[in-house]
């Protein structure tokens, strides 16, 4: 993903604080030292210079390596950015005469005020989407309740119909059951022979 380059802001910001880094490591001198190490500077004069520079960098390093901890822990140099950001469009706004918004910084404006004044408009539309969308989903709600009111009472009306079958044949094989079946059995016996005799030979 391609990052927006950095704003003149950061950028004079850190070229500044790495010189200082720089200066504050360095600003102890090498003559500073033999002063307080005289015997071993003048023993050692190579050794004593390497191991002064040593310390310098060192400190340079842990120096450098500590502002840009704090730099991540603390988001300042994308912090940075929207500062000048938010700087470069008020100056702009300014030229162009937009001095009366709602969002214009004045002196007797609390900084919460302004924040509340430039992110409503933001969540204006954010409300407008989500009302659109819970309407669409209110209607899919209800469109989705009348097909299953139709369905429940086409439900109702199979197992009403289910029912009254259910109960016609019940009433067929109770009245069934009330025939004598010696009866039938000589009907059966009967009617074979009638249609028997009825066939031509």
């Known amino acids: 993903m391609k990052t927006a380059p950095d704003s003149k802001r950061w950028t004079h ?5 790495q010189l200082a880094i720089s200066r504050s490591a360095h600003k102890w001198t090498y003559e500073d030292f033999q002063e307080c190490f005289t015997l071993w500077c003048k023993e050692e004069p190579h050794g004593a210079e390497g191991i002064f520079n040593t310390v310098s960098r060192h400190m340079e390093d842990q120096i450098h390596q500590s502002c840009e901890n704090l730099f991540k822990e603390f988001n300042v140099r994308d912090s940075i950015n929207i500062l000048h950001a938010v700087v470069s469009e008020a100056r702009a706004r300014k030229q162009r005469g937009e001095i009366h918004g709602k969002d214009v910084w004045r002196e007797d404006l609390a900084p919460r005020a302004a924040v509340r004044a430039r992110t409503v408009r ?44 259910l109960d016609i044949l019940d009433d067929v094989y109770t009245k069934w059951s009330q025939v004598p079946q010696d009866e039938i059995g000589v009907w059966a016996l009967e009617s074979a022979e009638n249609v028997g005799f009825a066939q031509p030979p």
């Open 122 to 165: 933001v969540m204006e539309s954010e409300v407008e989407r989500i009302r659109a969308e819970l309407q669409a989903l209110e209607e899919e709600n209800a469109a989705l309740y009348a097909r299953c009111k139709d369905n429940d009472e086409k439900q109702r009306a199979a197992d009403a119909k289910t029912v009254e079958l």
């Open 13 to 17: 910001f850190h070229s500044a604080l």
